[in-house]
Each structure stands twice: as structure tokens, then as C-alpha cells.
């Protein structure tokens, strides 16, 4: 079973940016796609990023307009999601997420394991 480890949240400004972290406990992680997920009070999970095993593929959510990426280090088994411009309306709990997929894909439920998550609070 994969474990996954976030880190890098906290509190912020709004224009401010952040760099989360999510670390894999084996070495499996490079045949992952991996995916960012993102849960704020009252509403659901959404979608926020993704990127296939290479790196090489990534898609990211059309509402963030550009201000978040995503990338990974194989060699670190770290995935990472820099977020630049943030608003307040970004203050969620930020879930990283792993699917034997080939493909990013934004669908929660093609991601079998989870990591326990990372809050992130943006303040006016």
C-alpha cells in the first residue's frame, strides 16, 4: 500500500504563493499518475491537477486560470503543487492522490490512494 505525506500548507496572504509537497513511501511511485485534489468547508472534492508517471503530461483545473502547476521528482518520490496568486476562495484542504492510470485524469474515483491532507488558508 502506498503512503503519501503532504506538507507545505499554512496560512498566506492573497497574492501570495505556496509550494505543497507530497512524498511516497515506494519507490512504485514513479508508475503512478498523481493527482491534486483540493476540499473547502460544505463542498465537495474537486479537481485541481495532475501528472502522468513521466512528468510529461499535465493537466490542471480551467478555474485556476493558469496559477497553479504541477510537477514531480521521481528521483525524490515528491509530487508538488506550486500555487501563485492565491485568493481567498483557494483555503482548502489539499489532497495529493495515486492512479495506476497511464493517463492524468480528473476523476476522484480513479485514484486509489490518498494522502490525509494539507490545509491551506488564504486571508483577504
Known amino acids: 500500500q502506498v503512503q503519501l505525506v503532504e506538507s507545505g500548507g499554512g496560512l498566506v496572504q492573497a497574492g501570495d504563493s505556496l509550494r505543497l509537497s507530497c512524498v511516497a513511501s515506494e519507490s512504485t511511485f514513479t508508475m503512478y499518475t498523481m493527482g491534486w485534489f483540493r476540499q473547502a468547508p460544505g463542498k465537495e472534492r474537486e479537481y485541481v491537477a495532475a501528472?502522468?508517471?513521466?512528468?510529461?503530461?499535465?493537466s490542471s483545473a480551467d478555474s485556476l486560470e493558469g496559477r497553479f502547476t504541477i510537477s514531480r521528482d521521481n528521483a525524490k518520490n515528491t509530487v508538488y503543487l506550486q500555487m501563485n496568486s492565491l485568493k481567498p476562495e483557494d483555503t482548502a484542504v489539499y489532497y495529493c492522490a495515486s492512479s495506476q492510470l497511464g493517463y492524468v485524469s480528473k476523476n476522484p474515483g480513479s485514484y486509489k490512494y490518498w494522502g490525509q491532507g494539507a490545509q491551506v488558508t488564504v486571508s483577504a
Open positions: 501528472v502522468n508517471w513521466s512528468g510529461r503530461s499535465t
